[in-house]
């Protein structure tokens, strides 16, 4: 397992005060990818990250406590993949939160116990942002955000082939987090990345996330070309492209596509930001409006199958990719937390 943490670059001498740098998107959207490229930036990765797997071999490069907290706060969120709200009051009003929080915090302060900037991403955050934007508030640092954008067809095709979600599941899940990425990360600094630029061209997206950030220090070629060598490779692309069930499914999301081109053309430059976040807030206004009839019409998203399916898929990526030890260790740990909450609703009536 790669616990040590990441420093390719040392975070340059401007960085005086607390900042993190959180990667957003979608699972098996493109973000491991971004994540990787952090400490190329000056960015590290602290803390242990969950190891390499069978679905995506060059490593998922998330901080292990931090996606503790957020399996946590989505066991508090109500039983349905796609949510037209997170309900935070909901979550904040649970016996468990104070303390979750509360770990939450000390987690961060150990980061910057050992680097005043640091990078994480978990694709769950991109629901989650508001719990973690008070967290940053806290801790009083700053927070700019790399948003990852993949082909909706390819990544639901990825989730199907990697995790056995249904097809229109995929597409949904690709379509809510990428709009609470966005309607989270509005007027605050952000960089939304092509994962397929960063497979074609790698020193250009590299160069252009820089520009957006403002960093000062150059990045060698050197650096820049083992990055592309180790961790940009097109043959770990799976599902490219989707196939053509997808496709055709497609055409039943017209959101979906909306809100990729737009993405797309926020990606390359195409669009400034002005006129990208209006026409972005058009888009969360309309999913939100939409997501009632979206569940009507598909059954097959109801909430006893997607919880059945989310649990299930916990345990098997659990025990695939971290071994039989470690996944009895958490699941005692999670045990334990909810014999907590139990006790305290008990005290509580």
């Not at 206004?285 to 989310?310: G, K, N, Q």
């Amino acid at each position: 397992m790669e616990t040590e943490r990441l420093t390719d670059s040392k975070p340059t001498e401007e960085s005086r005060t607390r900042q993190v740098v959180a990667v957003l998107g979608c699972y098996r959207g493109g973000t491991s990818l971004l994540a990787r490229l952090l400490p190329v930036i000056g960015v590290p990765l602290e803390g242990e990250l969950m190891r390499a797997g069978g679905c995506n071999p060059t490593g998922f490069w998330e901080n292990q406590d931090i996606l503790q907290v957020n399996e946590e706060l989505a066991a508090y969120l109500p039983r349905r993949g796609f949510s037209p709200n997170l309900e935070m009051a909901r979550v904040q009003a649970q016996p468990g939160y104070p303390l979750v929080r509360e770990r939450a915090l000390e987690i961060l302060k150990r980061l910057f116990e050992v680097s005043p900037v640091v990078g994480f991403k978990h694709p769950a955050t991109s629901r989650l942002l508001p719990f973690w934007q008070g967290v940053f508030e806290e801790v009083q640092a700053g927070a700019a955000y790399l948003i990852a954008v993949r082909d909706p067809g390819a990544t639901a095709e990825s989730l199907r082939v990697n995790f056995h979600l249904r097809i229109e599941a995929g597409l949904l899940l690709w379509l809510e987090h990428l709009m609470r990425a966005l309607q989270f990360t509005q007027a605050r600094p952000r960089v939304i990345v092509s994962y397929e630029r960063m497979l074609e061209a790698p020193p250009e997206q590299i160069a252009r996330i820089v520009e957006a950030f403002g960093k000062t220090q150059q990045i060698d070629n050197t650096t820049i070309d083992w990055y592309a060598q180790r961790f940009v490779d097109r043959r770990l692309q799976h599902a490219a492209g989707g196939s053509r069930q997808t496709r055709r499914l497609l055409t039943d999301f017209p959101l979906v596509g909306e809100l990729d081109g737009l993405l797309r053309a926020r990606a390359d430059d195409a669009i400034d930001e002005l006129g990208f976040m209006d026409a972005a807030q058009s888009l969360i206004a309309r999913f939100d409006r939409e997501l009632p009839a979206i569940r009507l019409r598909y059954p097959c998203l109801a909430d006893a199958e997607r919880s059945r399916i989310s649990r299930a898929g916990v345990l098997y990526f659990r025990l695939r990719h971290e071994g039989v030890r470690s996944t009895l260790r958490r699941l005692q740990e999670r045990l334990e937390a909810r014999l907590v909450r139990v006790g305290d609703r008990r005290r509580n009536y």
